[in-house]
């Protein structure tokens, strides 16, 4: 089966860093664009980022350029997301998403709906 694994959640005061990890098992990836969202309790899904099958392309959301930064190992079949000055408006459950058809950044950044492979989500929780 194919399947997304997220890791690297936790709790983080104001200001401090995460880096997400993203495993895929099942198959290869290489080839797939890969991303993340996120959802806060009573919160529309968010696009976060995404990152072509080359690493030659990424898009990020307005509300973390800057702070945020995608990766991947494709040879692992894995891709990261280091979050750096983390605020209280990043508590969410961040989702890891792969696809099989070529990144549109104006896709991802418009709706989820359409993404296929999805992970079980990693709690991140910012304090003040």
């Known amino acids: 089966q194919v399947q997304l694994v997220e890791s690297g959640g936790g709790l983080v005061q104001a200001g401090g860093s995460l880096r997400l990890s993203c495993a895929a098992s099942?198959?290869?990836?290489?080839?797939?664009?890969m991303g993340w969202f996120r959802q806060a309790p009573g919160k529309e899904r968010e696009f976060v980022a995404a990152?072509?099958?080359?690493?030659?392309?990424?898009y990020h959301g307005d509300s973390v350029k800057g702070r945020f930064t995608i990766s991947r190992d494709s040879a692992k079949n894995t891709v990261y997301l280091q979050m750096n000055g983390l605020k209280p408006e990043d508590t969410a459950v961040y989702y890891c998403?792969?696809?099989?058809?070529?990144?549109?950044?104006?896709?991802?950044?418009?709706?989820?709906?359409?993404?296929?492979?999805w992970g079980q989500g990693t709690l991140v929780t910012v304090s003040s």
């Open positions: 998403v792969a696809d099989p058809h070529p990144l549109d950044g104006v896709i991802w950044r418009a709706t989820y709906k359409s993404l296929e492979v």
């Open positions: 099942g198959r290869t990836f290489s080839r797939y664009a």
């Open positions: 990152i072509n099958w080359s690493s030659t392309n990424t």
